[in-house]
Nanobody
Framework: QVQLVESGGDLVQTGGSLRLSCAAS????????MAWYRQAPGKEREWVAG???????HYANSVKGRFTISRDNAKNTVYLQMNSLKPEDTAVYHC?????????WGQGTQVTVSS
């Protein structure tokens, strides 16, 4: 079993930056595809970014050019660097790990961007 713990969420002003971290334990981290999702109040969960074991990255159009996903397999950690934050980025951000048919979720970290 894999456990995922997110951290780094905070209250920031528009235009600010945050770096989210997701620490994994209990599995072979390098074999998992990692991703970040977010869910704002009253809205459906939205895929934000993903990164494969080989380092390939993909982003939702809403964050492309502002967010960067990365991973450090030695530290069993995936990151989401968020720059030029907007109020619309306000959400609970969840880390996700996938391998084959198995999927794991973290409990989330709150990001709030003030106007």
């Amino acid at each position: 079993q894999v456990q995922l713990v997110e951290s780094g969420g905070d209250l920031v002003q528009t235009g600010g930056s945050l770096r989210l971290s997701c620490a994994a334990s209990g599995g072979l981290f390098s074999t998992y595809i990692m991703a970040w999702y977010r869910q704002a109040p009253g809205k459906e969960r939205e895929w934000v970014a993903g990164i494969g074991g080989g380092g390939s990255t993909h982003y939702a159009n809403s964050v492309k050019g502002r967010f960067t996903i990365s991973r450090d397999n030695a530290k069993n950690t995936v990151y989401l660097q968020m720059n030029s934050l907007k109020p619309e980025d306000t959400a609970v951000y969840h880390c996700n790990a996938v391998r084959d048919t198995v999927r794991y979720w973290g409990q989330g970290t709150q990001v709030t961007v003030s106007s």
